[in-house]
């Protein structure tokens, strides 16, 4: 039913942290507590015009891309299992973060991702499938499958998003869609802001929730015990 609730498996930095103060910031919003964040101090509107896409979905890191739930399946399933998934792992060291411009949007990414990232990004990918419905065909439409490499497509028709395995690339989301000639200033505004930060480690993994069009919100964070 496409009035079902979508689910996700992000990366989400842990509440409080300096990773999860700069994103929330350049958002503009706390997916934890639904709360408004205010700007950085030198941005404003500017800012929130082109933060306003990626606003929905919260400042994360994909894992297991949106998706309604399978005939059968509820909320307690999909946490039950995203609990022994974490329980079963341990966390990931990525290493330090840098901005950079992915196509035409900007975007936080590993320096040097190591194999472990994505290795583990595909685990979470293929353990949560079975609980996952078909995309239904508008679902499909909106990933433009014909500008998709034969690979992409095939991905897109197995697992319902074509980002992932060797096509998968961790990154954490910080504007929309630029105008090709603004896409290196806004790189250079928000490296200034980010200022290098905290090397990455994938500590734990998030269940979000998104009912109709309303903002991507957590439902909850499990630490990775492996």
Not at 200 to 223: H, I, K, M, N, Y
Request: hydrophobic share 45%; charged share 20%; proline share 11%.
């Amino acid at each position: 039913m496409t009035d079902a609730p979508r689910y996700a498996l992000y990366y989400t930095p842990a509440p409080g942290s300096g990773l999860a103060r700069f994103g929330n910031a350049v958002l503009g919003t706390d997916s934890a507590t639904g709360a408004a964040v205010a700007p950085p101090p030198g941005f404003g509107d500017d800012l929130d015009a082109v933060a306003r896409g990626p606003r929905v979905y919260g400042f994360h890191a994909t894992l297991k891309a949106p998706m309604r739930l399978a005939a059968g399946c509820g909320e307690a399933d999909l946490l039950a299992e995203a609990a022994r998934l974490a329980a079963g792992r341990g966390p990931v060291a990525v290493g330090p973060l840098v901005v950079a411009t992915l196509g035409r949007f900007t975007a936080l990414v590993p320096a040097a991702p190591p194999p472990a990232l994505g290795l583990f990004a595909a685990e979470c990918v293929a353990f949560l499938d079975p609980l996952r419905a078909p995309p239904t065909p508008a679902e499909i439409a909106r990933r433009r499958p014909e500008t998709l490499s034969p690979r992409a497509r095939a991905l897109l028709d197995r697992w319902g998003y074509p980002h992932v395995f060797e096509e998968f690339r961790f990154h954490m989301t910080l504007t929309a869609a630029l105008p090709e000639a603004e896409c290196a200033p806004w790189r250079e505004r928000l490296a200034r802001l980010h200022g290098g930060g905290e090397d990455l480690t994938v500590e734990a993994v998030t269940v979000l929730r998104q009912d109709g069009s309303a903002p991507f919100r957590v439902v909850q964070r499990f630490p990775l015990a492996g």
